[in-house]
């Protein structure tokens, strides 16, 4: 599994709300990834990061920020949640030698 | 936009080879072949990768056509576990950022 864990799994949260959500490696990995999966869009990346302060936007970026103040930790911030952002986040983190990606298992977000 | 193509669905026997097909006739010079899996509601599960020749691993095995227009997952001896959404993807080493994920073939294992 790559030592990659996700936190909160679970959150139901209202509109407006700002969230955070957590992405967290032990195995010191330059590349992390935010991803958010929805039906009939498959997986779409939204941020990553290739270094610590060093990040870029990903195809989806509207409406997320993302912060990296230590290698190991990931974060993805809501500012303001909507119903759209309801979806299943992935982190994953990208291996130095042969560059596979591993993903987390997962964080479920429901915006009322 | 996947660059790959696969059928929506397959079935197979528990216990015989699963042989999932990829097409990926535009596949560039240095694109790899990468197969992920998604067990439902969990995340995308990396299974093997190769760039021309076969490659084999604990779970599976990856034949890629000479002229790497496709590529086949072979899962040797298929259990009830192994039901799952596969997905081919092509990505270049050094290059993209980022997985582009297609629908995937949802392969269904039965007893």
């Known amino acids: 599994d790559a030592g990659i864990t996700q936190s909160p799994r679970h959150k139901v949260t209202e509109t407006g709300t700002p969230v955070t959500l957590r992405c967290h490696q032990t195995?010191?990995?330059?590349?992390m990834y935010w991803y958010r999966q929805d039906p009939g869009h498959g997986l779409r990346l939204i941020h990553y990061?290739?270094?610590?302060?060093?990040?870029d936007k990903g195809e989806v970026s509207d409406g997320y920020s993302v912060s990296r103040s230590k290698t190991e930790d990931f974060l993805l911030t809501l500012e303001s949640a909507t119903s759209s952002q309801t979806s299943v986040y992935f982190c994953a983190i990208r291996t130095g030698g042969d560059e596979t990606q591993y993903f987390g298992p997962g964080t479920r977000l429901l915006v009322l | 936009d996947a660059k790959t193509t696969q059928p929506p669905s397959m079935d197979c026997a528990e216990g015989r080879a699963a042989n999932l097909p990829c097409n990926h006739s535009?596949?560039?010079?240095?694109?790899?072949v990468y197969w992920y899996r998604q067990i439902h509601s969990q995340g995308p599960q990396y299974i093997i990768h190769?760039?021309?020749n076969n490659e084999t691993n604990e779970m599976a095995s990856l034949i890629i056509t000479e002229d790497r227009k496709s590529s086949t997952l072979i899962l040797p001896h298929a259990t009830l576990r192994d039901t799952a959404v596969y997905y081919c993807?092509?990505?270049?080493?050094?290059?993209?950022?980022?997985?582009?994920f297609g629908k995937g073939t949802k392969l269904t294992v039965n007893p």
């Open positions: 190769g760039l021309k």
């Open positions: 195995e010191n990995h330059r590349y």
């Open positions: 993807i092509v990505f270049s080493q050094g290059g993209s950022e980022k997985l582009v």
């Open positions: 535009t596949i560039s010079g240095n694109e790899y």
């Open positions: 990061s290739y270094g610590v302060k060093d990040t």
